[in-house]
Structure formats: structure tokens, C-alpha cells
């Protein structure tokens, strides 16, 4: 299984960017699906998470700004991001786990993709 994230870029503070990540295989629409995010000098951390059955969940940090969304059609997860801050600038990283409960821990995911990165400026 092979994930790729794109759509990373520089935006100004209260600007949107839409981050997706292509997964290769045909586990896809079985897999738990993750977006994580690294900020320099700070340990990874979990973003939001989407279940095979569409259930998602939400770290405080991006609630009401964030939408993960999942497009089986096209193996594809996403992540908009409206409204962002200067603090949201990081490495976003999407994962995928053969579980089925979305969970925050890292180590609870089995396959990572590269990275994108996103600094909003302020």
C-alpha cells in the first residue's frame, strides 16, 4: 500500500487549502484513514480520522474549520482546511490502519505517506 499527499502550499491566515492523498492497493474502503501533522520543533500529532463507514472524528484544533472527507471511487482521502492560522503551519501527513476505530496514536497506524507541506503566513 502506497500513500501520496498533495495539495500543500503558502497561504495567507484565514485561507483555505484542500490536501489529498492518492492510496494505492484495494484495501482502501477497509482501511481507517488518518490525517496527522508535524509543526517544526513539536512531535507528530493526530489531525482528524475517518472510518471505512464515514464516521469522523476531530482534534480540537481544527474542529468547525477542517472536513475530512474519503472518495472510494477515486482511492482518494481528503482534507479542507478553511479558516486556517499561522499555528496550523506543519507537515500534514495522511496514514491508513486496518482497524476499524479511528484512533490519535501514531503507532497505531500501519502505513504513512510522505508529507505535503502548509505555512500560512500571517
Known amino acids: 500500500v502506497q500513500l501520496v499527499e498533495s495539495g500543500g502550499g503558502l497561504v495567507q491566515a484565514g485561507g483555505s487549502l484542500r490536501l489529498s492523498c492518492v492510496v494505492s492497493?484495494?484495501?482502501?474502503?477497509?482501511?481507517?484513514m488518518g490525517w496527522f501533522r508535524r509543526a517544526p520543533g513539536k512531535e507528530r500529532e493526530f489531525v482528524a480520522g475517518?472510518?471505512?463507514?464515514?464516521?469522523?472524528y476531530y482534534e480540537d484544533s481544527g474542529k468547525g474549520r477542517f472536513t475530512i472527507s474519503r472518495d472510494y471511487a477515486k482511492n482518494t482521502l481528503y482534507l479542507q482546511m478553511d479558516s486556517l492560522k499561522p499555528e496550523d503551519t506543519a507537515v500534514y501527513y495522511c496514514?491508513?490502519?486496518?482497524?476499524?476505530?479511528?484512533?490519535?496514536?501514531?503507532?497505531?497506524?500501519?502505513?504513512w505517506g510522505q508529507g505535503t507541506q502548509v505555512t500560512v503566513s500571517s
Open positions: 475517518i472510518s471505512w463507514t464515514g464516521i469522523t
Open positions: 492497493g484495494r484495501t482502501f474502503s477497509s482501511y481507517t
Open positions: 496514514a491508513g490502519r486496518s482497524g476499524s476505530a479511528i484512533v490519535r496514536a501514531t503507532a497505531s497506524y500501519d502505513y
